[in-house]
Structure formats: C-alpha cells, structure tokens
C-alpha cells in the first residue's frame, strides 16, 4: 500500500470571514471555506515569510457550526471637504469622511483541518512566527493539534467540506462553482491570481469503488472514470460504505 507523509493541523476560531473581494459597498458577503490564497497567508504567518509558491501543496477540511450577518460601519474618507470655523477663524479639510453601514457574514465556530506535504514545518506551526487567524486580521484563531501522518491510497473515497478543482466540474452534479484568488503576491504591488474552484461544503460524494453503489444517488456520484483512479485518504476519518474521506491537494502556484 503506497501511504504518504503529511502534516495534519487542526486550526480553531470563534468566527471568521473570508470576504468575495470584488464586493466593497452595501454588503460583504463571505466564501463558505478558505480561498488558496488564505491558506497561502496562514502558511506565511507562522514560517514568518512568504514561502515559494511552488515548493508545497496543502488540502483541508473546513466545517463551520453557523452562518450569521452582523452590522459594520465603512469610514469612506475623500479628499477636501467643507472648512470650519473656530472662535471666527477657518479651517479648510484635507480629508473628509463619512460613515457607511453594512452587513457582513460570518462563520460561527469554524473548524480548519489543514494538509501540507511539508512535514518539516511542523515547528513552525507549533510555535507560529506570528499571531494565527483565520480570516481577517481581527480573526484570532488557535492552532489546536499538530500531526504528522501518513495518507493512504484506496481505490474508492468520498468527498466532503473541502475544495475540489474546477476541471472535475464536467464529472460532479453537487459542489458551487466559485472564482477564488489561488494566490496575492507581496506588497506593494499585491498582484493577484483568481482561478475557478468548486466549494463541497454540505454534500457527500462518492468517488471509486464502494459498497452498495445502487444505494447512493446518482447526484451523489463521481461520474467518468473514476473507479480507474486511486485516492489518498485520511486513515483516521469516518467510515462510510467501507471508504474514508479523501484528501484532495492543490498548489497555490
């Protein structure tokens, strides 16, 4: 049996926020689970640098107990604005601003089990450079467990609360088509690279050889070829028609 080796990091929160970033005004909405490129962040914060893109791959699973919306204020300032006058004497503005309520999602007590094949950063994420959140800078989070592992391959799996690529849309009924930022550069110039994801965050679904198949719905299913492939599995996830969840990984490259 061919196993390999992987960091598993459990990562918890009371909420967190991972906003669409194309929306700014009225309302901010939030993604159901990490965008790679938050995960790319999270990495950086306890190395205390930005690592090579291209030098590890990761996969998770993200669960979270709730969705809810809060009130937020925006403070929009302009330049210039109205002078005003003290003791008879004006004063002109070099900015002014405005307060802007909107609503915000939020996800309650969310729940990050992280893969990275880069065991030798097990240190880093037990003693992090940096503050750990998961979300937004004000979203402190805790990384609660640190593991070392072993994956196996297995002919059948299933899929559940994790990201798949967007090349399995063709062979998948379930799952949300997402455009997501795999990756934001450096400051100042912050270059970003969105990329299409489907987000798996409620469903189940059954890939490669498992048993009674007739018993899961068609929706539920894997279509293609994919009782010709192998899986990596977590050994230590739930049991489900004799299959165990599979550990899909990507590249924030």
Request: glycine share 6%; aromatic share 12%.
């Amino acid at each position: 049996m061919h196993r390999l080796a992987v960091l598993r990091i459990t990562i918890e929160a009371p909420v967190t926020s991972f906003r669409y970033p194309h929306f700014l005004v009225g309302r901010q909405p939030s993604y159901h689970m990490p965008p790679p490129s938050t995960i790319y962040g999270h990495i950086g914060s306890a190395l205390g640098e930005l690592p090579d893109p291209g030098s590890f791959q990761f996969a998770y699973d993200f669960r979270f107990a709730g969705r809810c919306s809060d009130l937020e204020h925006q403070h929009i300032t302009t330049p210039g604005g109205q002078a005003f006058t003290v003791d008879g004497n004006k004063y002109p503005t070099s900015v002014q601003a405005t307060v802007q309520p909107h609503l915000r999602d939020f996800l309650f007590k969310p729940r990050l089990v992280l893969y990275v094949n880069r065991c030798d950063w097990a240190d880093a994420f037990k003693a992090p450079v940096f503050c750990v959140i998961l979300g937004r800078s004000q979203d402190l989070a805790s990384v609660t467990k640190v593991e070392e592992i072993e994956l196996e391959q297995k002919n059948g799996a299933y899929f559940e609360h994790t990201l798949l690529p967007f090349s399995y849309r063709p062979y998948v009924a379930l799952g949300t088509t997402v455009l997501m930022p795999r990756f934001i550069g450096p400051p100042p110039e912050r270059h970003a690279n969105f990329d299409r994801f489907i987000t798996l965050h409620q469903e189940r679904l059954f890939v490669g050889t498992f048993t009674n198949p007739d018993g899961v719905a068609r929706s539920r299913r894997m279509l293609g070829d994919s009782r010709e492939r192998v899986w990596w599995v977590d050994p230590d996830s739930q049991a489900d028609r004799e299959v165990q969840r599979a550990v899909i990984f990507h590249s924030c490259e």
